[in-house]
């Protein structure tokens, strides 16, 4: 079961060399991303991009990938196309953003005829692991929709929930984070979530409980749920937050990061294959972890 992050690495080795195509491969920290991931064995990398662009790159870093396949694309837009391609073809496992823009990537995902949509919701899942808490915990979405509507909040759990079954979870606890557990039918977020809440069927065939609305002490402290009195299935133990906005789950992500020195690992969910998105400020560790979830996640479905 991933419950770390070491955990989710280990599970990523144990799968069998799964293709990852990356989409804008001619980029130093991106290709060192993938030639780590691929020297620990997790995945097999097909680099999309510019080749003169990723054989001076290689030079640079002083690790060579003459040994992989590339795929000649000059332009982001070709880029994500090619790669997306892949995956439609059947000759790739899993994406990777390489040095693309995200809307040029996702453009390609969705794209009706040639992308790799499916009937789901997309929407990010970001894994955080502090030495302060017993247990990963997701961070949704906090990647991909700004600010999501009751359905899409459904969505975008079913998506986390699925990430968790797929790292070998039984049982999952999800918390709608909110600024109180005392509801003002005037903020949305709150009314959002009693409504999440009483959506109790559906969220039992998933093996998940739902609680909410809550303020974040309530999500993740069995102590602060003694003090306030506060009582529900799996309160103080939550493996999900969901936040009420992009914003919410950027920002806390980014403070559990830089505040609290947590490891991390993120990934799409809801597309045809799983969708590795990592940024240029990520640390060498994410960028490989995510990677490793990806694999978990392709090798799962």
């Known amino acids: 079961m991933g419950k770390t992050i070491d955990q989710i690495v280990l599970m990523a080795k144990v ?120 247990k990963i915990m997701a961070v949704t979405d906090g990647g991909m929709i700004p600010t999501p509507s009751l359905d899409q909040k459904c969505g975008i759990l079913e998506n986390a929930a699925l990430l968790f079954h797929l790292m070998g979870y039984d049982h999952i606890n999800a918390a709608c984070i909110c600024g109180s557990e005392v509801v003002n039918p005037k903020i949305q977020a709150m009314t959002d979530a009693v409504r999440i809440v009483e959506m109790a069927d559906r969220w039992k065939a998933l093996g998940m409980n739902v609680i909410g609305p809550v303020g974040l002490d309530l999500a993740v402290s069995k102590e602060s749920c003694l003090h306030k009195n506060y009582q529900a299935p799996g309160c103080g133990a939550a493996d999900i937050l969901l936040v009420p906005s992009y914003e919410v789950g950027n920002a806390f992500g980014k403070g559990l990061t830089y505040f609290a020195g947590a490891r991390n690992a993120g990934v799409v969910m809801g597309a045809s294959c799983p969708i590795v998105l990592v940024s240029r400020a990520d640390s060498r560790d994410s960028k490989l972890a995510s990677i490793a979830l990806g694999v978990v996640v392709a090798a799962g479905k």
């Not at 990356?22 to 990398?45: F, I, K, R, S, T």
């Not at 097909?46 to 590339?70: A, M, T, Y």
């Not at 997306?84 to 994406?95: E, P, S, T, W």
């Open 15 to 134: 799968g069998t060399g799964r293709i990852i195509a990356v989409a804008g491969a001619h980029d130093e920290a991106v290709l060192e991303a993938v030639l780590d991931a691929e020297a620990q064995g997790l995945c097999v990398p097909i680099l999309v991009g510019d080749p003169r662009l990723i054989e001076q790159v290689s030079l640079k870093i002083g690790r060579f990938c003459n040994h992989l396949e590339v795929i000649p694309a000059f332009s982001e837009e070709e880029c994500a196309s090619l790669a997306v391609g892949l995956i439609r073809q059947g000759k790739a496992d899993f994406l990777m953003k390489g040095i693309i823009s995200t809307s040029v990537l996702m453009k390609a995902v969705i794209d009706r005829e040639n992308g790799i949509r499916t009937g789901r919701l997309i929407s990010h899942v970001m894994l955080y692991q502090v030495d302060s808490y017993p």
